[in-house]
């Protein structure tokens, strides 16, 4: 019995003229064309002319390949641009992984493209087109209109599903204080982004001690990245900052605030902090050093100081406990929502009944942050804290 790689090899070492090749390439780049069509209609502005023009090049190349047009010329072209491609997908691998925790990323990446890129260039090489052998398809109409509208309908369903896309679509190192190293950190960009030229909402998002140290995938582990890494979508941007020690430096954190607002279309009215555990406590932290930056915070299971009340009592509030949380004692959350309470500020605080230290995993799935953070938008400044609103606080 044949291995599946000496099938392969025996399939590649036939003498024939691989006549399937242009219909293949035609197939996909059709679906190509067609994912890259339907991002443009599904987006709320189609400002991408780059996308369009390959979207254009792609389905009438696709169309010209179905339909038996394949001269010599055209096998040369076809393997010049799949070695551009190769080169491209080599180096966004490096330039998507720039940290030096992710060369087991960098190796399954290549090897990605040893497996895909590399395959179809070995067909380009084996591939003799001719006019009598040159297509599947060729040009009689209905076995080509249906073969197309497969190959659309694959490229619709592909763009559809996002398989393929990564939720967590940025690792980049920040570009540091005069005072020291950045903070390395994760970026989510929401569905349509890409495609549509409006400022969208953002979250810093903190994470506890578990993820200190050097390893940046450890933030995905974790809290927001991670629900957000295993396909929930939301409709923010996400950054999650990497600690390389305990507790959050607050000064290394609003440079990095600055740093992803220069980078990012952000609505600077609608960002919003959150953050679990050492990230809870650097939540009321940074918020009552910078509270004239953020419409709304949400700390999970952690704690501060309470004459930081005065500062915060402009910023929204919205805490989170575990009722038998052992790590960090539900005080922590209460003592904080009664000082800001007091200070006539708006707070309120959800206690899990029977919930330990993750407090963070329930209330991340919870659809109603995220509508009462988008409730939210930043005070005026001189705003002096107090509101109509009746707080909610749980003691």
Request: hydrophobic fraction near 45%; include cysteine; charged fraction near 20%.
């Amino acid at each position: 019995m044949r291995s599946p790689l000496s099938s392969l090899t025996m399939i590649l070492e036939r003498p024939h003229r691989w006549p399937f090749v242009p219909t293949a390439l035609g197939l996909l780049i059709l679906a190509a064309g067609a994912a890259d069509g339907h991002a443009l209609a599904a987006s709320s502005g189609d400002t991408d002319w780059f996308l369009l023009a390959r979207a254009e090049v792609e389905l009438y190349g696709g169309l010209w390949l179905l339909g038996g047009l394949s001269p010599q010329w055209t096998r040369r072209v076809a393997l010049a641009v799949f070695l551009a491609v190769i080169l491209t997908d080599i180096t966004g691998v490096f330039t998507d992984s720039p940290t030096r925790y992710a060369w087991g990323r960098v190796a399954v990446g290549l090897w990605g493209i040893l497996c895909g890129d590399l395959l179809v260039v070995s067909a380009l090489l084996r591939w003799r087109p001719a006019p009598d052998q040159a297509a599947w398809v060729d040009i009689r109409p209905g076995r080509m209109a249906g073969t197309a509208l497969l190959a659309v309908a694959l490229g619709v369903a592909i763009d559809e599903s996002r398989v393929g896309q990564n939720a967590i679509v940025v690792t980049a190192p920040s570009g540091g204080l005069s005072s020291g190293p950045g903070l390395d950190y994760l970026v989510y960009l929401p569905r349509g982004y890409k495609r549509s030229p409006e400022r969208w909402p953002l979250i810093l998002a903190l994470h506890g001690a578990g993820a200190v140290g050097r390893d940046i995938d450890r933030v995905k582990a974790e809290g927001l990245p991670q629900r957000l890494e295993r396909g929930g979508e939301i409709p923010f941007i996400v950054v999650a900052p990497l600690s390389p020690g305990r507790g959050w430096d607050v000064e290394g954190l609003n440079a990095l605030l600055d740093e992803v607002l220069g980078q990012y279309r952000v609505d600077t009215d609608r960002v919003y902090l959150t953050g679990l555990s050492m990230g809870g406590y650097g939540t009321w932290a940074l918020a009552a050093a910078h509270p004239e930056r953020f419409a709304a915070i949400a700390p999970i299971c952690g704690g501060g100081d309470i004459a930081w009340a005065s500062s915060l009592r402009g910023v929204p509030t919205w805490g989170f406990h575990g009722a038998e949380d052992r790590i960090v004692p539900l005080a922590e959350s209460q003592t904080m929502a009664r000082a800001l309470e007091a200070a006539g500020g708006e707070v309120r605080l959800t206690i899990y009944p029977g919930v330990g230290h993750d407090a963070w995993t329930t209330t991340y799935r919870e659809p109603r942050l995220y509508d009462w953070f988008l409730a939210h938008r930043r005070r005026p400044r001189g705003f002096d804290g107090k509101t109509s609103a009746n707080p909610t606080f749980t003691p």
